[in-house]
Structure formats: C-alpha cells, structure tokens
C-alpha cells in the first residue's frame, strides 16, 4: 500500500506544482509555514548534486525553507539530500486502518461537513490554534479549504455547545484511497475524546465513499493513544527533511 500512498500525496500536489528535475515543489503564495511549502520526489528518484542545488535555489528564490516530504525507503533520495546538508526533522509514523472502531462522543458535541464560509473559516481557526500557527486564520486560509471540496475533500467542524471546539479533514479521491488529515482540537477542549470523534467520523466518511484512508502522525503517542484504538496501524513512515 506504502507505494499508492506515494503516488497519492505527489498527486495531491501535482496541480499547480513546479517541476524541479526529479522532484514535484508546491509552494503556497500566502504563507511561509513549511507544512504548506516541500517538493516530493518521483518513484525511484536517484538525484544529481546540480538537481538538489536547482531545488534549493526554487525554494530560497520564494524565500521559503527547502523541504521535502516522501515515504522510505529512498536511499538514493537520502543520500543525496544528505550530502547537501539537509536533515532529518521527523521521521512521521504511515497508517492504515484495518476496521474502524467508532469511539462514544461527548455529551453535546455535534459534528458536521464545513461547507459555509463561516464554517470553513471556524475549522481554520482551529486548525490553527491548535497547531500553533502565527496570524490570525483569514481569507486564504479559507480558499485553501474551498480547493479541497472543489476536489472532492471534506472538512468537518465539531461544536460543543455551539462553540467551534475541534476540525479535520480528508482529502480527494486519488486511486482508491483518501488521506486523513488536520485533526485538530483547541486545547481547552483537548482530553475529552473530540480528536477522536473527529478522526472516526472522517474515516467513516471515506469508507462509505468506497475508500480506503489513511494518515500520518507525529510520533509522539498518538499512534497508540489515539489512532490505534480507532483500528488504525502503523505501516511505514513518512520522512520530513529540510535544509536550514
């Protein structure tokens, strides 16, 4: 499964993206977030010096950090990067769900698709807070979500009692699958189960689409604390690499 997964988050860049040798760069114009700014590399990429260099100079010329994000192993990848200074940042736990365990939600917590302006705009708030995102969540953070559904992704928006508490997404189909992804809870909220609910009702959303999802996590307990109970496993790992 590790290689469609591959393919499907090149995919998710593809429009719009810069071709720099081996490499797929998507650079966003209104934020400098490296989460937002990386260049993935084609299945079995071997990388010239001159390649890695050209790549460097796509990324300093927008004034963004040089980052890549792909699924190992790449030695060829790995090493090249390497000898041009690049560094590990994460090494970010791949899942994938065997069968879905629907968690119990907290009293008053209702979720539902984020399809207004309003609500999009709430998801990104907390996306954002939650993430610890500088500035204040705006117009193009909403278009970004409008590109999602324009694709065919989903935003969900959780409120406890009425007040935006929690968000996620899941992006569009590519090739039988859907990536999980954005979980996010404000932390007043966080240690009630939202995060889980959230993730739950989106997996379900994709298999009831007739596809198979998946994520990325940080290693930092969630994979057994969160998205294990829910019938996710760990398949891989995704590497996040950038030259400071």
């Known amino acids: 499964m590790l290689p469609r997964i591959q393919d499907n988050l090149r995919e998710s ?3 719009g993206a810069v071709r720099v040798g081996p490499f797929l ?12 700014n990386y260049a993935v590399p084609d299945d079995g990429a071997e990388p010239t010096a001159a390649e890695v260099e050209d790549l460097v100079t796509a990324f300093r010329k927008r004034s963004r950090t040089p980052r890549l994000e792909y699924l190992r192993p790449a030695a060829p990848v790995d090493a090249a990067l390497a000898a041009a200074g690049f560094e590990v940042d994460q090494l970010l736990p791949m899942m994938a769900l065997d069968e879905l365990r629907v968690p119990e939600a907290p009293t008053g917590l209702v979720l539902g698709p984020a399809t207004s302006d309003e609500d999009l705009l709430a998801a990104c708030v907390v996306q954002n807070t939650a993430f610890g995102v500088e500035g204040t969540a705006g117009e193009p953070d909403v278009a970004r979500q409008r590109e999602l559904l324009r694709e065919g992704g989903v935003v969900v ?5 009425g007040e935006p508490v929690g968000a996620g997404s899941h992006t569009a189909p590519r090739d039988g699958l859907a990536q999980v992804a954005g979980i996010a809870v404000l932390p007043a909220f966080r240690g009630r189960g939202i995060a889980s609910v959230v993730c739950a009702e989106l997996t379900a959303r994709v298999l009831a689409a007739g596809l198979r999802p998946f994520l990325e996590t940080e290693p930092d307990g969630k994979v057994t604390r969160l998205y294990g109970p829910l019938g996710y496993r760990v398949i891989g790992e995704s590497a996040s690499i950038s030259l400071r």
């Open 13 to 15: 860049i593809r429009a």
């Open 157 to 161: 928006l959780a409120r406890l009692g």
């Open 25 to 36: 760069a998507h650079f966003d114009a209104h934020s400098d977030n490296p989460f937002m």
